[in-house]
Every structure is written in C-alpha cells, then in structure tokens.
C-alpha cells in the first residue's frame, strides 16, 4: 500500500516539475523592448503571431507604442486590396527604421488572419466597444467582390485591412483605429495618423517613381515631332478653340478632385452593407475615384449647356435652328446642375437648397 502511494506521489511530483519546466516564462519589459528593437532592426515591420501579440501587444506594463496592421494577405481570403495596403504600411515602416529620429518608443507590426484568427474574434481590444466598432462597414473598401467572405463570419473585424493603434499606457480608444474610409490608406495618411496618436513625426520617403517622367518625356518627344512635321502650318497653335478645350479639361480634372485622390488615395468605389454599390460617398469629408469621374462629367455637360446658349444667340442662323440649340443648351444646363445640386445636398448634410431633384 505504501509503495502505490509512494509511486502516486511520484507522478505527481513529476508531472508537477514537468509542466512547471514547460511553462514559459513572462518576458520582463526589458526583455521585450529588447527583442522587439532587434526583430525591428531585421525587418521594419514585425510579423506576428497570437503569442507575440499577447506577449508583445498585450502584455503590461508597456513603454512603448505598436502599430498594428490586421491583415489578410492568403490568395484565398479574396483580400485584393490587402496588398497594395500592405506595400504603403511596409513604407511607413521603412522610413521610420531609417529616420534620425528612431527610438524604442514606436514598432510597427502585422498580424494576418492566418498566423492569429484567435485574437481576431476577441471582444476586449478597444476599450468600450468590439473590436472595430464602427470603423468600416462591411465591404466598404473592397472594389467589386465581399471581403474575405468566409473570414468575416467568424471574425468581429468588420473588414479588412485594419489599422490599429495600441498606446504605451491603457487600451486603443475609437480614435486609436485609422479611419480608412475618411484619409484611405495612403503611408503619407498612416504616417499623419500615427503623428496624430504619439506626436512622433515621419517623413515618408517613397522610392523614385519614373514612370511619371517617362511618360512626360514620351509626351514632350511626340508635342516637338509634330512641330517639326507641321513646321511650315503652325496655325493651329493660334487655334482659340483648341486651348479653350484644353483649359476646360484642366479645370474639370481639377475641380473634380483628382488632386485630392492622388493625395489621399481613396478606393475605387464601395459596396454597402445591403450589398449595393455606391459610388458617391455619404459624406463631405471623403469621395471615391469613380465620384470624381461622375462630378467632372456633369461640369462637362453644364459647361456644354452653356456653350450651346452662347452660340445659339450669337449665330446667325435660320431662327429655328437656333432655338433648338437654345432648348438643348438650357435642358442640359438645368438638369445636370440640378443633379450636381443633389450631389452636394446628399453629401453636405443639411444643405436645405434644391433644384427639380432631390
């Protein structure tokens, strides 16, 4: 009988040692601040996993800030934009790992639905609500298709990529998750964000781009080959028409808001929660590329409206051909003003003016 309890008492005793020896031990802060510089000296930006997130995010007490990137780059989660965001989250990571101004104050890091699905279907990451409560609606920044449909089922992230912000000291409030829909996810946007939330400044440095040039180059090359063939008939250079129409096209690309998407970098149009597509934007601090199209079209044809009403008074023609020049003139000047006017009035909340259309 003794021996079957001395033996009882050795298992225990075993087991004991052997799930305290496989125990692994808590990271003091020293140790973590220290693994985190030197996996952010090999790579700017830290892959993690549900163990490095809970040690490294997770874990207090912290002195220091992460920036975290939740992220679904497998081909079969159907995340088409994931990439293009993940290319402008790895430039905000790279200027800042060679920034004069680098310290152990800030890491940024990516966490993928595939290296941490556990952590993605908690509730407690941002204090006071779910974890992206109210950030992006679903589908929101996806062009065409439902984001990672499959995912979105067992996770509270309404949609992916996510930006998130998790201070030194308590947890990421509302403010702390990057308002993709509003700035986009430009690393220009990210880096003013992060600016925002630690009052660490980053000067984004984008490697040279020559498309751009080469193109202008191209462009340059064809404008002096056709001077030099049409060397001895320039009169189309004095031509008030044709740079008239060039100076309308200029105005409507400007005041369109291709400037503003070249900055901010917003998505190509978005689909709804009832799954229709939108492509005006809901609010007047933001707009879609498709918008800008559509608002430079309807310039267009209120300024073709407005030429055929000049014309058509100042020709001299058989009066019923003017007058038809002069309906059409005003039935497009009307219309598409009064559908610009609708534009305004949806996205300026508010607005208590109309014309023909609400």
Partial sequence: MNIIRISALCVILLTAVISCHGAKKELTLGERVQQLTDAAMKKPIIN??????????????????????????????????????SDEFQLVGNSWRYSPSISNKLFFAMLDFD??????????????????????????????????YGVIQQLHLNSAPVFMHFPAKGK?????????????????????????RTEIQIRVFRPPNYTGLLALV????????????????????????????????????????????HIRGPPFLQKTQGGNIAYIHGSSQGQFIVETYIIATLYASVSLGMVLLTESAGKREEVGKRRIFAMIGLALVVFFFSLLLSIFRTKAQGYPYSFLLK
Avoid at 172 to 196: C, H, M, N, Y
Avoid at 230 to 237: A, E, G, P, S, T
């Fill in 48 to 85: 993690l996993n549900s163990e490095k997130f809970r040690q490294f995010v997770k874990a207090t007490p912290r002195n220091y800030s992460i920036v975290v990137m939740f992220t679904a780059l497998a081909a079969n989660r159907q995340c088409g934009i994931c990439r293009h965001a």
């Fill in 115 to 148: 290296e941490g699905s556990d952590i993605f279907q908690q509730d407690s990451i941002i204090e006071g609500h779910s974890v992206l409560y109210g950030v992006i609606q679903q589908d929101s920044i996806i062009e065409g298709h439902s984001v990672l």
């Fill in 172 to 196: 990421p409030k509302k403010l702390d998750t990057l308002e993709i829909q509003r700035v986009g996810f430009s690393s220009e946007s990210i880096a003013r964000w992060v600016a925002e």
């Fill in 218 to 261: 191209v462009l340059l090359a064809m404008v002096v080959g056709l001077l030099y063939l049409r060397k001895n008939n320039l009169d189309f250079l004095y031509n008030s028409t044709t740079w008239g129409l060039i100076a309308l096209a200029f105005v409507f690309v400007m005041t369109s808001g291709q400037m503003w998407n």
